[in-house]
């Protein structure tokens, strides 16, 4: 009998185990700053780019991405993942868009969004406006 239920709570902290291991962090995003806002990334997941798009194009025509960029190497987990700034290729990154040269300055009055994309299944979005010379999250 006691074996039985030594068996059993050791086949239950083995499932907890996989479930607490299997269920990450929900990837979300902060920004602070100017019209080149930094980028804080919240979550647990690995990440693979990072993309801002915007502002709105003509009629007919969604926004543009205006920056990605790409890590590279090892997987990098959000935990170790520096604060990052709008236009500055942080270290173990690669600028993917624009090809070449910096990305277009962030216009005052625009909306933008932010998406961070991971390996796993919670990618970070958010949307931002430039007012009066600083980023401030958009509501939904």
Not at 52 to 80: A, F
Not at 82 to 91: A, F, L, W
Request: charged share 15%; with cysteine.
């Amino acid at each position: 009998m006691n074996k039985n239920l030594c068996l059993r709570n050791l086949a239950t902290a083995i499932c907890l185990l996989c479930i607490c291991t299997c269920c990450g962090q929900e990837t979300t995003i902060d920004v602070d700053g100017g019209k080149a806002p930094t980028i804080h990334v919240h979550g647990t997941d690995a990440v693979d780019w990072i993309w801002v798009y915007g502002p709105q194009g003509p009629e007919g025509e969604g926004p543009r991405i205006i920056w990605k960029i790409n890590h590279t190497g090892d997987p990098l987990l959000i935990p170790d993942l520096p604060s990052i700034t709008y236009g500055k290729v942080p270290e173990g990154f690669e600028q993917e868009i624009p090809a070449n040269g910096e990305p277009p300055s962030l216009v005052d009055g625009q909306i933008y969004g932010i998406t961070v994309v991971t390996r796993g299944y919670s990618h970070g979005n958010i949307k931002i406006r430039v007012q009066n010379g600083q980023s401030l999250k958009v509501q939904n």
